[in-house]
């Protein structure tokens, strides 16, 4: 059973969607593998502090990679299945409307807002004075999908568990709502995180009904950077291309004309002795394009 062709198989054929599930659920494993290995060097695993955000500007600057990196890392289990769950669920009823580059767009663009807000609250509020904060996870990206999905289609009915069919628009009120009450009682940062995302959600679908996509930009480059990626590694061709030069007299016509003749019944001869199967590839083609003749 190839549990690993399958995986890659689905990733490369599957939707955006489905893409940014596995690089979400590959980034949590390949970490928590690399901590395996840091606990029994008995060193501290400290990759994941480098690749979340952090509230200090110093620390952001030696580290600008981290406004792209934290919406792909989770500190636990439970933490990377609720928003790789609302990934899932708000991201089907996104892609029910629009196509995936626009998901990808909302979700990359949502992250690095919600960072933003992060960031300026971190360095405004006197309540974080003396705090060194540390932001991870996909959250303010789910928020972002959330809110787009809830802004286009308001009134569209989910299924709740336990509790029967809602609007979407109060859904998404819902997390908002309890993302500002919770600032102050639990994770300030990562839930004004959440209202960065939120702010993109609305900002973005309110543009894009007025003829705005305000994501085109980042997803062209993203295309354009996937192709030259994919040129740098794609491996280069041994086979040699060789042009024949046209004849110059009619004894050099009837030279050529002669050698691929016996070139041809060289291939013949070949066949009768062996069979089909024993040709070359380009013993083949060349038989190919002489019978088309």
């Known amino acids: 059973m190839d549990i690993w062709g399958d995986i890659k198989r689905t990733f490369k054929e599957g939707s955006v969607l489905t893409r940014l599930i596995y690089i979400n659920i590959g980034v949590f494993l390949v970490l928590k593998i690399i901590g395996v290995?840091?606990?029994?060097?008995?060193?501290?695993?400290?990759?994941?502090?480098w690749l979340s955000v952090p509230s200090v500007t110093q620390d952001l600057l030696r580290r600008p990679w981290t406004p792209i990196t934290y919406m792909f890392l989770h500190s636990g289990f439970l933490h990377l299945l609720f928003n790789v769950l609302g990934l899932y669920w708000f991201g089907q009823l996104f892609l029910f409307h629009f196509e995936g580059k626009k998901l990808l767009s909302v979700y990359l663009l949502g992250g690095l807002v919600g960072a933003g807000f992060y960031?300026?609250?971190?360095?405004?509020?006197?309540?974080?004075?003396?705090?060194?904060?540390?932001?991870?996870?996909?959250?303010?990206?789910?928020?972002?999908?959330?809110?787009?999905?809830?802004?286009?289609?308001?009134?569209?009915?989910?299924?709740?568990f336990f509790i029967g069919r809602f609007p979407l628009k109060y859904v998404a009120a819902f997390y908002v709502l309890l993302s500002i009450l919770s600032i102050s009682t639990s994770n300030p940062g990562g839930n004004i995180a959440h209202l960065g995302?939120?702010?993109?959600g609305w900002f973005y679908i309110k543009r894009l009904q007025k003829g705005t996509d305000m994501g085109d930009g980042l997803v062209s480059w993203l295309d354009k950077f996937a192709a030259w990626f994919?040129?740098?590694?794609?491996?280069?061709?041994?086979?040699?291309?060789?042009?024949?030069?046209?004849?110059?007299?009619?004894?050099?016509?009837n030279r050529q004309k002669h050698a691929q003749q016996d070139e041809i019944n060289n291939i013949l001869d070949k066949i009768g002795k062996k069979g089909y199967d024993s040709l070359t590839k380009q013993e083949k083609e060349l038989l190919f394009k002489q019978g088309k003749k």
């Open 37 to 49: 290995f840091f606990y029994l060097a008995g060193q501290p695993a400290q990759l994941a502090q």
């Open 197 to 200: 995302g939120a702010f993109w």
């Open 230 to 253: 994919a040129g740098v590694f794609k491996p280069k061709s041994k086979m040699k291309v060789t042009y024949k030069k046209p004849p110059r007299d009619d004894h050099d016509y």
């Open 119 to 160: 960031i300026l609250a971190y360095n405004i509020f006197p309540a974080f004075n003396s705090v060194y904060g540390l932001l991870m996870g996909a959250s303010a990206s789910v928020f972002a999908i959330l809110v787009a999905v809830a802004v286009y289609d308001p009134n569209r009915e989910i299924h709740l």
